[in-house]
């Protein structure tokens, strides 16, 4: 069974950084890209960024441009969100997903981890 596992959130202060970390297991994991979300209380869950597993492509939305930046480690079925500069308006649960057959401009979430909370305060 595939899984989806976050690590990496916590508290921090404003202008602080933290790395959110998105680790697949399971033998038949197989995505073309990731991506990553965010939901505040009483929000919707917005997409913020989405990467290609190999790399060459990204997606920022505007709200985090410029401040977090994706990664991903193939041999470790890992994919990061580097969050630079947090804002308090940054603080809600964040949630990698894996695209399945979608791409990173065209993603479509097809698997969700589990969520980490991040609180930023001022």
């Known amino acids: 069974q595939v899984q989806l596992v976050e690590s990496g959130g916590g508290l921090v202060q404003a202008g602080g950084s933290l790395r959110l970390s998105c680790a697949a297991s399971?033998?038949?994991?197989?995505?073309?890209?990731m991506g990553w979300y965010r939901q505040a209380p009483g929000k919707a869950r917005v997409l913020i960024a989405t990467?290609?597993?190999?790399?060459?492509?990204?997606y920022y939305g505007d709200s985090i441009k410029g401040r977090f930046f994706a990664s991903t480690d193939k041999a470790k079925n890992t994919v990061y969100l580097q969050m630079n500069n947090l804002k308090p308006e940054d603080s809600a649960v964040y949630y990698c997903?894996?695209?399945?057959?979608?791409?990173?401009?065209?993603?479509?979430?097809?698997?969700w981890g589990q969520g980490a909370q991040v609180t930023v305060a001022s």
């Open positions: 990467i290609s597993w190999i790399g060459s492509g990204t």
């Open positions: 399971g033998r038949t994991f197989s995505a073309s890209a």
């Open positions: 997903a894996s695209g399945g057959r979608s791409f990173w401009y065209n993603f479509s979430p097809a698997l």
